[in-house]
């Protein structure tokens, strides 16, 4: 009788826990559109003049401090919750392409049973090495950590992810953790950053500072963000191991499990497959190649990734129909992440059309000069922070915030080079952000809800917000300079 009333009560838990789910991540990046679109309805039209300057050999438009002031009201019909998402999907071409194409090219190596294949003969060798396995998580984080700082890698990580899911369910852990390997070893190391050209070197240029420098302490933070990133994936993924059915992704991973299973034992670890891991490996020694000595973008590395799919497809000996038809049915299943990209870019677009994103600017401004200079830059971080939501890419940020953060920091007390280090640590919040297209690419690759991964990621969140808002106070106390 009571066993009969425990698993009643078990059910009914179950029922209650699953009365209420969030809507689907679509429907939340177009509610934040359509709140934008309030907001712009709101706030009074402005700009700020723009004047031309050659930053690190590039030529950029940029904000003239103490230039604001504001324009005739400029009025958006509610057409525009309809015409700034359209525009989304031109804006951020690029990054669609990208994921299309990785999602093509990884539906034919999946097809093909070379990953994993792979990964099982790997996960088996790391199964028998338990002083090795150990060691797996932190070395691999660190490469991806120094990948993020030292070249800012960003959208590159979305293809590994695809490759350390299943390496990830192999070795007893969960999808999150496979996620993190890549995606979060990247995100630590771009935002502290020791030499970042699109964060670091940017934001310097902007701030009339020499190029790299405060690499030392910069140095330090990057290596305890990076601890700190790799203890809590490890104390999860031991957690995970001993009990599996305590991940967020417990059921989707039950589904990714059976299908590895039957992928593998469907193809032999032959000749083919060994040459598609071989190429696999060839291409990324080739995108590392190509970003860091010719300074490929998304077009050649989305032209890499369509070569690596056709040469795998003829390595398998596939049909090209059949080729064809996996490359399909790969990119098809992006296509929710394509349309909430569009989504997270209508948001800015928005902005813009609406003239009120230098109108924000300029409040951030006068809020940050009006507290005590001891909590300058832990203001401007979190003004940052609120700027990264609408406007996440490094580069674009820098040149909106930067000339005019830079001199205002002047004014209230703080070197501009504690101003650069409060805006490089705002990166922190990136991995949860529902507007980036790098957080929105790798979630849809990994067909992981925003949510689920929201929920896992905010703890670490916190815990890097209050270490980057303490990493502030020895610059501001020891007046870091040069100036």
Not at 109 to 138: E, N, Y
Not at 307 to 334: H, T, W, Y
Request: glycine share 8%; net charge positive.
């Amino acid at each position: 009788m009571a066993k009969g009333r425990d698993e009643s009560f078990i059910l009914v838990a179950k029922m209650k826990k699953r009365s209420f789910r969030l809507p689907h991540t679509l429907v939340l990046i177009y509610l934040l559109v359509i709140l934008v679109y309030l907001l712009a309805l709101v706030l009074p039209s402005g700009e700020f003049d723009r004047a031309e300057k050659t930053i690190e050999g590039k030529t950029r438009l940029i904000i003239v401090p103490e230039t604001y002031h504001q324009v005739d009201k400029k009025w958006l019909g509610p057409e525009w919750l309809l015409i700034a998402p359209i525009r989304g999907f031109q804006d951020a071409a690029l990054i669609i392409i990208l994921i299309f194409i990785f999602g093509g090219t990884f539906g034919i190596l999946t097809k093909s049973g070379a990953i994993d294949a792979g990964i099982q003969k790997l996960a088996a060798f790391f199964t028998r090495k338990p002083k090795l396995r150990i060691m797996v998580i932190p070395v691999l984080m660190i490469i991806f950590s120094l990948a993020g700082s030292v070249y800012g890698m960003a959208e590159e990580s979305i293809p590994f992810v695809l490759i350390f899911i299943p390496f990830a369910l192999s070795m007893g852990y969960d999808s999150i953790v496979g996620i993190a390997i890549p995606f979060l070893g990247a995100a630590v190391g771009f935002a502290a950053a020791f030499f970042n050209p699109f964060t670091v070197g940017i934001a310097q240029g902007f701030a009339e500072l020499p190029l790299y420098s405060g690499l030392g302490y910069r140095l330090i933070l990057w290596i305890i963000t990076t601890i700190i990133g790799i203890a809590f994936v490890m104390v999860y993924a031991e957690k995970i191991r001993k009990n599996p059915q305590l991940s967020p992704v417990y059921e989707l991973d039950l589904k990714r499990i059976e299908h590895q299973s039957n992928s593998v034992s469907s193809y032999k670890w032959g000749r083919s497959q060994q040459l598609i891991v071989a190429s696999l490996f060839a291409t990324i020694g080739l995108l590392i190649y190509g970003i860091l000595a010719q300074g490929w973008y998304m077009e050649e590395i989305a032209a890499l990734f369509l070569g690596l799919g056709l040469i795998s497809g003829f390595l398998a000996r596939m049909k090209p129909s059949e080729m064809a038809q996996n490359f399909v049915d790969g990119a098809k299943d992006m296509m929710n992440v394509s349309l909430i990209i569009s989504g997270g870019r209508a948001i800015l677009i928005i902005l813009q059309e609406a003239a009120v994103l230098d109108t924000m600017l300029q409040g951030a401004a006068g809020l940050i000069s009006a507290v005590p200079s001891i909590l300058t830059a832990q203001i401007i971080f979190l003004v940052q922070a609120v700027i990264n939501f609408f406007v996440h890419s490094g580069t674009a940020q820098a040149a909106l915030t930067m000339p005019i953060i830079a001199p205002l920091s002047d004014l209230v007390g703080i070197t501009r080079q504690t101003s650069v280090l409060a805006f490089q640590l705002c990166e922190v919040i990136n991995p949860i952000l529902p507007t980036s297209a790098v957080t929105m690419g790798v979630l849809g690759v990994a067909k992981i809800p925003w949510e689920k991964w929201a929920k896992w990621f905010l703890p670490l969140m916190v815990i890097l917000i209050i270490f980057s808002l303490l990493a502030l106070i020895p610059p501001v106390l020891m007046n870091w300079g040069p100036y």
